[in-house]
């Protein structure tokens, strides 16, 4: 499944976190890629430890963890702390995918990536290219979000970013190991609790709605892992 992730954080939170990101010090993102990767990425990135980056990180994970619709998409077990990159000048980053396991920084324990996720700072209009292209089961998808949402899409899949031959974009991305190994699993759950909550809280107490409800939970119990 790959789900558009709106209301994440309010416009003037985003207008901040933006300032805070332009005015730091990037370094070359080739430092973090492993060995295919290196050789098809070309963006900048904030170091995993600078402050601005530990900083906008959190406000992210935080406004994360308020999100109905991020929450019920991702179940998310673990989190990686939100990386920062950039493209301008023509600089893309090639068919590619992503590691399968990381190592969450200072604890040496180790996440399996189920879910990428890209966050845009900035919008559309500000620049040219930069479509995140996701090669799905039923073909590619390309995405450009307005500055505030983020793309979730499986980690399995190859993606490229397209070079950026105007302006700036600035981005956040992360991973996280979802509760639910498996992406159709998860998706069925999400849809699930999609029409669930279409109900509407006067109908909660529907013998239906209270059954319904028992099924979502006893397929999460089935299938979530922790
Ligand atoms: O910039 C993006 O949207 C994706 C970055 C990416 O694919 C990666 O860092 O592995
Ligand atoms: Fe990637």
Redesign the pocket.
């Known amino acids: 499944m790959i789900l558009s992730v709106t209301d994440i954080i309010t416009p003037e939170t985003l207008a901040t976190c933006r300032a805070q990101l332009e005015a730091a010090d990037w370094v070359d993102g080739k430092a973090s890629a492993g060995h295919q ?1 290196a050789l098809v990425k070309n963006n900048e990135q904030l170091p995993a430890e600078h402050p601005v980056a530990v900083e906008v990180g959190n406000v992210l994970l935080q406004a994360l963890s308020q999100n109905p619709m991020f929450m019920s998409a991702a179940l998310p077990l673990n989190i990686l702390p939100p990386m920062f ?1 950039r493209y301008a000048g023509g600089q893309t ?1 090639g068919t ?1 995918v ?1 590691g399968s396991i990381r190592t969450i920084p200072g604890t040496g324990q180790r996440l399996r990536t189920d879910l ?1 996720c ?1 966050f845009f700072f900035s919008e559309p209009d500000e620049y040219d290219g930069g479509e ?1 292209i996701i090669e799905d089961t039923y073909g590619s998808k390309s995405v450009k979000l307005p500055a505030g949402q983020m793309v979730l899409y499986p980690s399995t899949s190859l ?1 490229r ?1 397209t070079p950026v031959t105007r302006g700036t974009r600035l ?1 956040s ?1 992360f991973w996280l190991q979802s509760m639910i190994r498996s992406d159709q699993q998860r998706s069925t759950l999400f849809d699930l609790d999609v029409a669930i909550q279409r109900f509407g809280k006067e109908m909660a107490t529907h013998p239906s709605v209270v059954q319904l409800t028992g099924v979502y939970h006893n397929l999460l119990r089935q299938w979530a892992e922790m």
């Open positions: 990767g990159n980053f590619h992503d990428s890209t995140l993606h970013v981005c991305f």
